[in-house]
């Protein structure tokens, strides 16, 4: 066999059916695809490749999934700390957006935080921001895959002052990505408190015809839960059901206010839930219960938020987190183990993203979004599980080398397609500004 | 004035009593004490300084103090994880522990330990473990500073087979190290429910002779307490109380379960806390009532506990992880903020180890504990509050340089004092030893 790239890696935790800890392992590159994945012996024998790379105390894994975030608030990052949720929404975030965010924030913002995720080792991300369409440009020059919300919201701004204008400009977004192997567009209605009904229901058809997700806030705080039984008589959950938007298009995230029935309802309807630890604890949103979720046969994948309530983008921090956090909450120490932490954020991203046929596990034909860590760091040592030592000890400096449909955009930690000296430039000069203020 | 080195960085948080963030200050160190601590323009009119270094973009605190660890435990790390707490102890760290530890297990392992802590900007910690001794002559090779725990536990190991051992050997370390600038002895009994009541009552009063402090495991989960209740009749805080151990001589370790008669005794008192956030999630012990403690006027501290269970030593991620989950467990988004999280891993460590007159914070007189944290990564940029920046976004990547008592033992992210070749060279060497039983 011929391939473009053949990697060697002491370990390899492809994410497949089986959860398996491959030794020696090695992984070829062909047409963006995963093209083999064998013992290095056999790959040696077996494939002719115009390059190799040999990572010796390395372990490939996915790319991770960031299924949730705005990545235009990185230059929002710790703007307003220690609040809570609707404090810091409506007195901090939505005034500081309504008066700064335009084209360039969004294309500032963008470029640090995907420089930062694909310093960390993200590979794909499932964003709900102002200006998608900067969002999804950006992403694809630099080589990054993302899911860019046609944001809905009842927020009057530079971008959209309507509700139908905002979904008019959503569709827009989804016309010129149609069919990119990079940006895909999904419907990220803010929220069932701050998008119209008429709006919520307009989507739900949409969402059938262009087959595409549903990414929303669902069930972030109990305040949030109150507020709309108070305005409208039902949980939100409810009333996405009646709507008829439960089902497997679904990317319901937060979830940290569950009673049994709707937690068998999102299992039977098949919808996704994002979970975001750090995010939930910073604004004291509540715990997700996430081990009875999995429990339950639901897809829980893990997202960021956005900087401004986290404060960082580091997918592998909040995986650690989640995996802590879980066993806590559930009050058992084998709850989500380190292999299930590590499907959460790769593989269970890619489902609840609709990308599983694509990504989000090492196996041949899917797309080659690899991460290599080098686990050689004395934070990782010595090393009797790697997969132990990725989740519970490993920091996002120890990812070296990333690849995205097998374009190499991290290599030795530096990255390949954006220039970090400007981008920081740029989001000072944004800080700069906005502290003015 | 005349000073060996004047630092000048963008910002200083000195951790002093009005929480201040000083920006473009100077530090001036001279007998590895702070010299000075001036805006910039006067420390350049007013000192003359054999070195300088310039460090923009870089942000001064007080050296990191890891108030709780078993710092050889570095080489069983990932050995046995997803386990509750007396299974992983009983099946699989104490068998190990009884099989392995000697004086070169606890010299390679500690070596490790004070590595990746000094790359993460720890300068200080409290240990409880076998061979202290070692461990203690280890950290004074590297320059490193270290209450070492005369440690007594009802668990014959090669390092001692009885209680009166313990204490006779945990004594000659007393001895070894007194008047040690940097190496301090106190008295570690593990618990209330492995130690024996008679060596309990004789630490007292030997605590109270020879003027150390008591740092042991209290209230760490449920079992626990439950287990010593059944066999005592008398909870462990009250088990203590009634030996004359609680005040301010104490250290104790995670206190998950406490009540609130239990929580105003403490307080009476004046023990200290110490919060092990990370370590108690994993083994799903509990949660530590942080802000309550706080409110109610106790000192606490925070400990990464050891590698077995956490699995890093990383306290600049161990911070954020109290200051997020302190929010959740309270339920309010303005717990721990920010500059509380950095004082509990620096000041409120110094004083539970009782070395609040040397070190804790930047302030002239005291020992130049210092560390600068590059806070131009992409990570924490732009840049609102230089505080929340660290606490909740940056990366133990970023620790640049570190000095203990004036002695830089870090340089541009390099140890000075260690060489991490051959420290990783020996923790490999245990790993395939250990993994191969």
Redesign the interface.
């Known amino acids: 066999m011929q391939t473009e790239l053949l990697i060697h890696a002491d370990w390899v935790l492809p994410v497949d059916a089986g959860d398996a800890t491959l030794a020696k392992h090695s992984l070829a590159i062909a047409d963006g695809r995963v093209a083999a994945l064998l013992p290095r012996a056999e790959a040696e024998a077996q494939i002719e490749a115009a390059r190799t790379l040999d990572l010796p105390g390395h372990v490939l894994i996915p790319g991770l999934v960031n299924a949730h975030t705005h990545s235009p608030m ?2 929002l ?3 307003a ?5 609707m ?2 929404l409506y007195e901090h975030i939505w005034p500081a957006e309504r008066r700064w965010v335009d084209q360039e924030f969004v294309a500032d913002g963008t470029r ?1 935080a995907v ?2 995720m694909l ?1 960390g080792g993200v590979t794909c991300f499932s964003d709900m921001y102002f200006h998608a369409e900067v969002t999804g440009r950006v992403c694809a020059e630099a080589g990054m895959r993302v899911l860019a919300g046609m944001i809905v919201v009842d927020l009057p701004t530079r971008y959209a002052d309507s509700a139908d204008e905002y979904l008019r400009r959503g569709l827009e977004l989804y016309e010129h990505f149609r069919d990119h192997p990079l940006v895909r567009a999904a419907f990220a209605p803010h929220s069932t408190y701050a998008v119209p009904e008429a709006a919520l229901a307009r989507m739900r058809t949409l969402a059938d015809e262009l087959e595409v997700q549903v990414h929303i806030h669902l069930h972030e705080n109990r305040d949030e839960v109150l507020q709309v039984l108070r305005e409208h008589g039902e949980r939100p959950i409810a009333r996405l059901d009646r709507l008829g938007l439960l089902g497997p298009q679904l990317i319901a995230v937060h979830m940290t206010q569950l009673e049994p029935a709707e937690i068998a309802r999102l299992a039977e309807t098949g919808a996704h839930v994002v979970h975001c630890p ?1 995010s ?5 949103s ?2 997700c219960p996430v081990a009875e979720l999995l429990t339950a046969g639901i897809n829980v994948a893990l997202g960021t938020d956005g ?1 401004a309530s ?5 997918l592998l ?1 909040e995986l650690r ?1 989640a995996a ?2 879980a ?2 909450v ?6 989500v ?2 292999q299930q932490a590590l499907r959460m954020s790769t593989l269970n991203g890619a489902k609840a993203l609709g990308l599983a046929d694509e990504i989000g596990s090492l196996e041949v034909g899917k797309a080659a979004d690899v991460v290599a860590v080098d686990l ?1 760091d ?8 790697p997969c ?2 990725l989740v ?2 490993a ?3 120890q990812v070296r080398h990333v690849w995205v449909r097998g374009r190499q955009v991290l290599r030795d930690g530096a990255p390949l397609t954006l220039d ?1 000296a400007s ?2 430039a740029a ?2 000069a ?3 500004r ?2 003015k203020v």
Chains 1, 2 share one sequence.
Do not use: C, M, V
């Open positions: 990185t230059l990052r710790g703007l700390d220690d609040l809570p949720l404090t810091w640090l420089l930062e310093r750090e939930n604890l910073k604004l004291a509540g715990f900087a986290n404060n960082d983008l580091n921090g987190t802590l956090l066993k806590g559930a009050g058992r120490a084998n709850a183990p380190a050689g004395p934070r990782t040592q010595p090393l009797y599980n132990s030592q519970y000890a920091g996002s400096h970090p981008i920081i989001a000072r944004w800080g700069e906005i502290a």
